[in-house]
T-cell receptor, first 107, second 116 residues
Framework: DAKTTQPTSMDCAEGRAANLPCNHS???????VYWYRQIHSQGPQYIIHGLKNNETNEMASLIITEDRKSSTLILPHATLRDTAVYYC????????FGTGTLLAVQP | DTEVTQTPKHLVMGMTNKKSLKCEQH?????MYWYKQKAKKPPELMFV???????INESVPSRFSPECPNSSLLNLHLHALQPEDSALYLC???????????????FGQGTRLTVV
């Protein structure tokens, strides 16, 4: 499975969009990009996944570059409850977590 | 029901004890997973079951023994653990699509294990 690189931490103001980047330059053609988050002391929570096209659901949007070497998770209106570690995972089958980005939403 | 239920929530065990962690889901998922998470670290994959058969063992020591008695249940049997095995143990399940492809995985809240 391809490795991913994410910033260690990010801040975002409440009500603003949070844009979380992920680099996955060694992604192969059949690997998907998954995003999960883990709020303190809870199990990870699935957010969204995609292969080539941009995806949107009720939680977030996923923007994947045309060459698929990077992606961005967008939380359109961040709230304090979105403070969590966000994991970008590139995989065909196994979900292997990297170190993730700690997103702190500030009031 | 979109829950993965893990019991117990907390467990303290001695190094000579034998204990089991339990995980249950009723979503009809045919893939189930065990992860181990140390403080301030990401979850580490331990085992994957597909259609009740062990498909992946990430070189986990034999003092951890998984078992999948049916499609809804996953156990992790613990024996002769060390203090460094203290961690949050997470169970997850997901639908199993064709060619082993993964999709949305649902995680339980974990069992916080302390080995003394």
């Amino acid at each position: 499975d391809a490795k991913t690189t994410q910033p260690t931490s990010m801040d975002c103001a409440e009500g603003r969009a949070a844009n979380l980047p992920c680099n996955h330059s060694t992604i192969s053609g059949n690997e998907y990009v998954y995003w999960y988050r883990q709020i303190h002391s809870q199990g990870p929570q699935y957010i969204i996944h995609g292969l080539k096209n941009n995806e949107t659901n009720e939680m977030a949007s996923l923007i994947i570059t045309e060459d698929r070497k990077s992606s961005t998770l967008i939380l359109p209106h961040a709230t304090l409850r979105d403070t969590a570690v966000y994991y970008c995972i590139v995989s065909r089958s196994k979900l292997i977590f990297g170190t993730g980005t700690l997103l702190a939403v500030q009031p | 029901d979109t829950e993965v239920t893990q019991t117990p929530k907390h467990l303290v065990m001695g190094m000579t004890n034998k204990k089991s962690l339990k995980c249950e889901q009723h979503m009809g998922h045919r893939a189930m997973y065990w992860y181990k998470q140390k403080a301030k670290k990401p979850p580490e994959l331990m085992f994957v079951y597909s259609y009740e058969k062990l498909s992946i063992n990430e070189s986990v020591p034999s003092r951890f023994s998984p078992e999948c008695p049916n499609s809804s249940l996953l156990n992790l049997h613990l024996h002769a653990l060390q203090p460094e095995d203290s961690a949050l143990y997470l169970c997850a399940s997901s639908p199993l699509l064709s060619q082993g492809m993964n999709t949305e995985a649902f995680f339980g809240q974990g069992t916080r294990l302390t080995v003394v």
